[in-house]
């Protein structure tokens, strides 16, 4: 299936983000990941809509975000008015994912559905044929570079078996650790959203993206 890559600009510049962005759409990415934190669902901060709305100006690229907050149907029209086009919320944050997944759907916006490491796989079978994307987190949520967890191997493995018994090509999106190292084993365990933070934006960009889209076959 069709693979994407989804540099995380956690890891960017943000004294020249624009320029930074310029330059991994420059090499080729096809996403952008915008990963956002509320220092509830998990310690730190990041950035939230007015940032993104920056973004959304300089780009065309698909913009990827990343809800990191408690109870996130609070902010689901504001992250679309500027200019989400893939919302992806916790299950552990939202106090009920299925009407979650129906409130991202009804703003015409791909919806999507991420577990921490700690979850199993088994919370999102009732969910499974709702989501257009599910993202696996292979490192706990809240900081970018921190290496991967190797159980994740396993997991994405159980996941895309999961979806292939209900005869679902859902992506499978990966998050945390990932690096020119370890990614063609998570794209062999049935990965085709491939997030990266700091092995995109610390050094070369542009080398870098062209380096993992390589890797990716795209
Ligand atoms: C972590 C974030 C990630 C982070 C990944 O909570 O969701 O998107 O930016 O960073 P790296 O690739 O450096 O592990
Ligand atoms: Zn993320």
Redesign the pocket.
């Known amino acids: 299936m069709k693979r994407y890559l989804s540099p995380?600009?956690?890891?960017a510049d943000f004294a020249h983000l624009g320029e930074d962005i310029q330059h991994a759409a420059a090499a080729g990415t096809q996403y952008l990941?915008y990963?956002v934190?509320d220092g509830m669902f998990?310690p730190?901060i990041s950035f939230g809509m007015p940032v993104l709305e920056s973004v959304r100006k300089v780009t065309d690229l698909v913009l990827d975000v990343?809800l990191?907050i408690e109870d996130p149907d609070r902010y689901i029209d504001d992250f679309v008015k500027c200019g989400a086009d893939i919302i992806t919320v916790h299950y552990e944050a939202c106090k009920d994912v299925k009407k979650t997944l129906e409130l991202i759907k009804s703003k015409e916006v791909k919806a999507g559905v991420t577990i921490k490491p700690k979850t199993p796989n088994s919370v999102l079978t009732d969910v499974l044929d709702m989501a257009d994307m599910i993202l696996l987190?292979?490192?706990?949520?809240?900081?970018?570079?921190?290496a991967?967890i190797p159980e994740s191997t396993e997991k994405i493995k159980e996941l895309r078996q999961m979806l292939n018994e209900k005869g679902l090509d859902t992506d499978i999106e990966v998050?945390?650790?990932?690096?020119k190292d370890n990614l063609q084993m998570v794209l062999d365990a049935g990965a085709n959203v491939i997030?990266?933070?700091?092995?995109?934006f610390?050094g070369d960009i542009e080398q870098n993206v062209k380096d993992f889209l390589r890797i990716m076959g795209e």
């Open positions: 995380s600009i956690l890891s990941h990963d934190m998990v730190s990343h990191m987190m292979t490192v706990e949520p809240g900081f970018g570079g921190q991967y998050d945390g650790g990932i690096k997030v990266a933070g700091s092995a995109i610390k």
